[in-house]
Nanobody, 118 residues
């Protein structure tokens, strides 16, 4: 089970840190990714971490994914937030290498809302 936390309402330019806590998964052996879905749009890949980190171009340089093995948690630090970052953010995990495809992940959190206002 994956549980996201840390979402909320912020202003453009602010920072926010999302967390994804796992039960039943050992994150140190799983690939974990963050996706997001804005209203009327498809779910899109944001970042992943396994042996290395990978980012979508839209967030590269602003978002950082990291893993806290002791707490079995993955974080997504989001800086310089923009209006277009507004979406429901999901964490996902798979017992394999990381992927940018939604269909490659079999464990998902319930999603958490991030709203960026002007």
């Amino acid at each position: 089970q994956l549980v996201e936390s840390g979402g909320g309402l912020v202003q453009a330019g602010d920072s926010l840190r999302l967390s994804c806590a796992a039960s039943g998964h050992t994150f140190s052996t799983y690939a974990v990714a963050w996706f997001r879905q804005a209203p009327g749009k498809e779910r899109e890949f944001i970042a992943s971490i396994s042996w290395s980190e990978h980012y979508a171009d839209s967030v590269k340089g602003r978002f950082t994914i990291s893993r806290d093995i002791a707490k079995n948690t993955v974080h997504l630090q989001m800086n310089s937030l923009k209006l277009e970052d507004t979406a429901v953010y999901y964490c996902a995990a798979r017992e394999s290498i990381a992927s940018i495809r939604v269909t490659d992940y079999d464990s998902w959190g319930q999603g958490i809302q991030v709203t960026v206002s002007s």
